[in-house]
T-cell receptor
């Protein structure tokens, strides 16, 4: 079974620009979560989508947004980029079962975003 | 503010010994617990999941959960140099709520050849 894929793998942008990152989950997984990872803050949760609906949101400004398509693929967008947005952005997919125990997440390789 | 705490390390363990990694969490209602391994420059890889008190074993790895004391641990037996990585503890809240998974900042493990 193919794993989680993310595109692009590397991105360099300048302050003020916007960026869109893409994530394709494992086949059959309907939940996609996004995380930002930096050396100082570790892995921080951005948001989770399930069946095209945002189910959970972390404590990030409104410049960070996302969406999920009917095929479970997801995109996240960051507008008006700031230097502090430089990070590894990770997507994780899960076979989410409502009310069930199974919530194991599998991560993609990430997108390394550098803002200059 | 729900928190997951881990000692940042580095934790140095001789090859062949048992590595013991610990994690504490603040939300007493947490139900699902995970350990991820992350090599430098790579994404996290799920290695263990545990949902009930006690031990869960998978090969050289054993996850231990104590909900009363709110801690989770990971034991790695017969440590190998390839086990050198950062280990992330992750905790999810109550089953029926839409609760996000919170990660600790990780413990760096170094296996000494």
């Amino acid at each position: 079974k193919a794993g989680v894929t993310q595109t692009p793998r590397y991105l360099i942008k300048t302050r003020g620009q916007q960026v869109t990152l893409s994530c394709s989950p494992i086949s059959g997984h309907r939940s996609v979560s996004w995380y930002q990872q930096t050396p100082g803050q570790g892995l921080q949760f951005l948001f989770e989508y399930f069946s095209e609906t945002q189910r959970n949101k972390g404590n990030f400004p409104g410049r960070f947004s996302g969406r999920q398509f009917s095929n479970s693929r997801s995109e996240m967008n960051v507008s008006t980029l700031e230097l502090g947005d430089s990070a590894l952005y990770l997507c994780a997919s899960s076979y989410r079962v409502a009310g069930g125990l199974s919530y194991e997440q599998y991560f993609g390789p990430g997108t390394r975003l550098t803002v200059t | 503010q729900k928190e997951v705490e881990q000692n940042s390390g580095p934790l140095s363990v001789p090859e062949g010994a048992i590595a013991s990694l610990n994690c504490t969490y603040s939300d007493r209602g947490s139900q699902s617990f995970f350990w991820y391994r992350q090599y430098s420059g790579k994404s996290p890889e799920l290695i263990m999941s545990i949902y009930s008190n006690g031990d869960q074993e998978d090969g050289r790895f054993t996850a231990q959960l104590n909900k009363a004391s709110q801690y989770v641990s990971l034991l790695i037996r017969d440590s190998q140099p390839s086990d050198s990585a950062t280990y992330l503890c992750a905790v999810k809240g109550r089953l029926l709520r839409d609760d996000k998974i919170i990660f600790g900042k990780g413990t760096r493990l170094h296996i000494l050849p």
